[in-house]
């Protein structure tokens, strides 16, 4: 084997063990510096990758992430026979919701020049999205609701769950970072689309509110 063989399997293998973590979800600086800075010097080599299938990279280098999405809709006739790699699901109204009100915390938070990391307890989200939700006389049933909601989006990558005793010692409340990558997903155009959805959705629930029970 030459030397130009061998440099050349050496890279792909480099490329490799780039873009199989991407293919399974974020790359975060913090979690892994060494694999981070690989991305960084070969960046423009997995741009072109993964390219050719149908989707793009993603990369913050102030914040410390990257990810892959699928390119956006293509006229032409090959790109759009490609399979799709990166699948969308849908979110439900009270996950968006949330993704949304979290959103707006941190550009609040951000907005404070304070600390870097936004980190809520289970208690201030619950209030964070309780006014939007139907009145019920059962708070454990709506806590166990917003629970399932909250467990979605850590599963999403958007909240990390963090041990008490890191963020709050002595603390037995549930804490959450909010991942910088949120940003990435709601930008302000969705807040603007969901602002409208939600001033629907409060008239319908305040209609509803004041019918009259039989």
């Known amino acids: 084997m030459t030397e130009s063989m061998l440099d050349n399997t050496t890279s792909n293998h480099a490329l490799s063990a780039l873009v199989v973590p991407l293919l399974k979800g974020v790359i975060y600086q913090e979690n892994d510096a060494g694999l981070w800075q690989a991305l960084l010097q070969l960046q423009a080599r997995v741009r072109d990758y993964v390219t050719v299938l149908g989707l793009e990279l993603v990369l913050d280098e102030a914040e410390g992430y990257a990810f892959l999405r699928a390119r956006a809709e293509s006229d032409d006739e090959v790109t759009s026979k490609l399979p799709r790699l990166i699948v969308r699901r849908p979110l439900s109204f009270p996950v968006s919701l949330l993704l949304a009100l979290l959103r707006k915390k941190q550009i609040e938070f951000d907005a404070s020049g304070g600390d870097t990391r936004l980190v809520l307890s ?93």
Not at 148 to 154: A, C, P, R, S
Not at 167 to 190: C, H, M, S, Y
């Open 122 to 214: 289970r208690d201030e989200i619950v209030e964070l999205i309780r006014v939007f939700l139907p009145d019920s006389s059962n708070e454990a049933r709506l806590i166990d609701q917003i629970e399932t909601h909250l467990n979605k989006i850590v599963e999403l990558g958007f909240l990390r769950k963090l041990k008490p005793a890191t963020a709050n010692p002595g603390g037995q409340t549930t804490v959450f970072e909010v991942r910088r990558i949120l940003k990435a997903f709601v930008d302000a155009q969705w807040l603007t689309d969901l602002d409208g959805r939600l001033a629907a959705y409060q008239a319908q629930l305040a209609d509803k509110q004041g019918e009259p029970h039989e």
